[in-house]
T-cell receptor, first 113, second 114 residues
């Protein structure tokens, strides 16, 4: 079954809007990562988080490692057309999954026409 | 040099062919990974090499055979594949101080099996 629940599954954005997505799990994670993937390309690492409560920014992107260590969110402020793509959360929960990263199912960002 | 490169970009092969995918990084990373990705799905881990030794094999069929000739190179040898093996094959690597954590992906090889 899905080890990471990522939501929303998809969303439409209008240029200038703020966007929010999150990942939750029943397991405790040691690391949270956020990736973006454009069509036909490999995922690109956006933000890496290593401590509970950690809040990290990368330009217009902000991500947080939840204090319970079971969730993380990603915010995109003032979205622009090139933000469209698929965003994946990924995490490492060593006690449960060893040295594997587990991935969320992805959030597809599309532009409102 | 801050990237993972993969060749070829596209590959079409028949079910009786033998081919190889190649991945290279010159960042001094000491873990390298192969993933398989179907359209609009997350990457699925296949193999992990850590310090040039195979450390994880996710019960991948033997028609996929990985090889790590040195710390910069990773190959995936393909033989007698099935049409359902058609997918984007991604290579990734991680630094020694972030082993198994931050993974940097290449652009992938789009494989079609006829």
């Amino acid at each position: 079954g899905q080890q990471l629940n990522q939501s929303p599954q998809s969303m439409f954005i209008q240029e200038g809007e703020d966007v929010s997505m999150n990942c939750t799990s029943s397991s405790i994670f040691n690391t949270w990562l956020w990736y973006k993937q454009d069509p036909g390309e490999g995922p690109v690492l956006l933000i890496a988080l290593y401590k509970a409560g950690e809040l990290t920014s990368n330009g217009r992107l902000t991500a947080q490692f939840g204090t319970t260590r079971k969730d993380s969110f990603l915010n995109i402020s003032a979205s622009i057309p090139s933000d469209v793509g698929i965003y994946f959360c990924a995490g490492r929960a060593y006690m449960e999954y060893g040295n594997k990263l587990v991935f969320g199912a992805g959030t597809i960002l599309r532009v409102k026409s | 040099d801050t990237e993972v490169t993969q060749t070829p970009k596209h590959l079409v092969m028949g079910m009786t062919n033998k081919k190889s995918l190649k991945c290279e990084q010159h960042m001094g990373h000491r873990a390298m990974y192969w993933y398989k990705q179907k359209a609009k799905k997350p990457p699925e881990l296949m193999f992990v090499y850590s310090y040039e030794k195979l450390s994880i094999n996710e019960s991948v069929p033997s028609r996929f055979s990985p090889e790590c000739p040195n710390s910069s190179l990773l190959n995936l040898h393909l033989h007698a594949l099935q049409p359902e093996d058609s997918a984007l094959y991604l290579c990734a690597s991680s630094r020694r101080d972030r082993l198994y954590n931050e993974q940097f992906f290449g652009p992938g090889t789009r494989l079609t099996v006829l």
